[in-house]
């Protein structure tokens, strides 16, 4: 029963890590110019954004506080971000 519930865990822990995608956008010459992460197109979690130099332009931590779909026809979703 034991080795179960450590099997069930390990999964979980594995799917939830693996649900977000990473998102890197970078500069012609090679530097990173976003990093963040994302979940079905929206970006999400810590985001950074840089300058050419590699100096931080912006970190902002992006969150969904609404799921709601627009319409009861369509199920569209309809995130709003909270910026913390």
């Known amino acids: 029963m034991k080795n179960k519930i450590i099997l ?3 999964i979980l822990t594995t799917s939830s890590i693996y649900s977000q995608t990473e998102y890197v956008e970078k500069y012609e010459n090679g530097e990173i110019k976003l990093k963040g992460f994302v979940i ?3 970006l999400i979690g810590n985001y ?3 300058y050419e130099t590699r100096t931080l332009k912006t970190q902002v ?3 969904i506080v609404n799921t709601k779909p627009i319409t009861q026809k369509f199920m569209s979703l309809n995130a709003a ?3 913390t």
Do not use: Q
Request: aromatic share 6%.
């Open 48 to 50: 950074l954004e840089y």
């Open 8 to 10: 069930l865990l390990s």
């Open 40 to 42: 079905d197109s929206v």
């Open 81 to 83: 971000l909270e910026i």
């Open 61 to 63: 931590n992006l969150k």
